[in-house]
């Protein structure tokens, strides 16, 4: 099956292209006005091709493509996509509008294909192991990073929309009400807290890029049992009054831990098996017409 990758940045070269060059059966076309850097590419991995414009890769007959562009073109080249009958995997979020994206959502129906976005965390071990667990009451999603603040809407579409996906996601059921409070100062966000409920359920998101520490913590806590992810790497388990410690070993592969894997190896079958425009898909959309709401809220002055 051909693919091409467009954009390659530094998801791309240390996300997806160590995933998918490991893969048999798959002919890879990278696209890139950055001709030098191709090149290099060529030279790390035998048997990709490469092309320098969209145009060029849609007419060499790609079946699907990843797009790893910065978010500002992400529209343009969508659309030009699924305009020529070819799946699409694009990096969050899709566009900064989100008119834009409810668009590229109707386009995907109309044409019958996918558009899929990389919500990698939905895939990472031990993130999918508690969708298996009861639906919980509460999840409490932490993000941290240090000294980072940012224009709000990049802020919330570019960072913070992981941990609204993450606990959407998590919690499993439909949105019934939000609240959100953040720290703005000079137009710069610091600082996010998003406190969303459900019928069964509760969940808290933040986000502190004023941190003293880059972290991400879960806490997940379901009738009977209470999980907590650090870094997406370790887990401890509260059951029965008693506390169990786990972690990856050694050889469990980093892309392995936070999802890359999987969630490229699903859109790959999806496109092979199903080749068809997929309603799961839709519930992305979800998650990027409450961050549009966030933001709103937020640029209240």
Same mark, same amino acid.
């Given at each position: 099956?051909?693919?091409?990758?467009?954009?390659?940045?530094?998801? /791309?070269?240390?996300?997806?292209?160590?995933v998918m060059t490991r893969k048999k059966n798959l002919e890879i076309i990278l696209c890139s006005r950055n001709e030098e850097l191709l090149k290099d590419l060529m030279n790390s991995y035998r048997g990709i091709h490469y092309v320098t414009s969209v145009k060029t890769l849609i007419e060499s007959g790609v079946k699907a493509a990843f797009i790893h562009a910065a978010t500002s073109a992400h529209y343009g080249i969508c659309k030009e996509l699924l305009d020529n009958g070819?799946? +699409?995997?694009? &990096?969050? $979020?899709?566009?900064?509008?989100?008119?834009?994206?409810?668009?590229?959502?109707?386009? /995907?129906?109309?044409?019958?294909?996918?558009?899929?976005?990389?919500?990698?965390?939905?895939?990472?071990?031990?993130? /999918?192991?508690?969708?298996?667990?009861?639906?919980?009451?509460?999840?409490?999603?932490? !993000?941290?990073?240090?000294?980072?603040?940012?224009?709000?809407?990049?802020?919330?579409?570019? &960072?913070?929309?992981?941990?609204?996906?993450?606990?959407?996601?998590?919690?499993?059921?439909? @949105?019934?009400?939000?609240? +959100?409070?953040?720290?703005?100062?000079?137009?710069?966000?610091?600082?996010?807290?998003?406190?969303?409920?459900?019928?069964?359920?509760?969940?808290?998101? @933040?986000?502190?890029?004023?941190?003293?520490?880059?972290?991400?913590?879960?806490?997940?806590?379901? $009738?009977?049992?209470?999980?907590?992810?650090?870094?997406?790497?370790?887990?401890?388990?509260?059951? &029965?009054?008693?506390?169990?410690?786990? !972690?990856?070993?050694?050889?469990?592969?980093?892309?392995?831990?936070?999802?890359?894997?999987?969630?490229? &190896?699903?859109?790959?079958?999806?496109?092979?098996?199903?080749?068809?425009?997929?309603?799961?898909?839709?519930?992305?959309?979800?998650?990027?017409?409450?961050?549009?709401?966030?933001?709103?809220?937020?640029?209240?002055?």
């Open positions: 099956m051909r693919i091409g990758i467009i954009g390659i940045g530094d998801i /791309a070269k240390k996300a997806y292209l160590p070819i799946h +699409v995997y694009v &990096d969050k $979020p899709i566009s900064y509008k989100i008119e834009e994206t409810r668009e590229l959502y109707e386009l /995907a129906k109309k044409n019958n294909l996918i558009l899929r976005v990389g919500f990698n965390r939905r895939k990472a071990p031990l993130i /999918a192991d508690m969708k298996k667990l009861k639906k919980p009451d509460v999840v409490i999603y932490q !993000k941290n990073r240090v000294d980072l603040p940012a224009d709000i809407r990049e802020y919330i579409y570019d &960072d913070f929309i992981h941990v609204v996906d993450s606990i959407r996601y998590l919690l499993g059921e439909d @949105i019934e009400n939000f609240l +959100v409070k953040g720290k703005v100062v000079n137009n710069l966000l610091y600082s996010v807290t998003l406190q969303v409920i459900s019928r069964n359920g509760t969940a808290i998101g @933040i986000m502190n890029r004023e941190s003293g520490k880059t972290e991400e913590r879960i806490e997940f806590i379901c $009738p009977g049992e209470k999980r907590i992810v650090e870094d997406l790497n370790n887990l401890t388990v509260y059951k &029965d009054g008693i506390e169990i410690r786990q !972690k990856f070993g050694d050889w469990e592969p980093v892309l392995y831990r936070r999802g890359f894997e999987q969630i490229t &190896d699903t859109f790959l079958e999806d496109v092979t098996e199903q080749d068809r425009f997929l309603e799961k898909d839709e519930d992305s959309l979800k998650t990027h017409e409450l961050c549009e709401l966030i933001v709103e809220q937020l640029s209240v002055k």
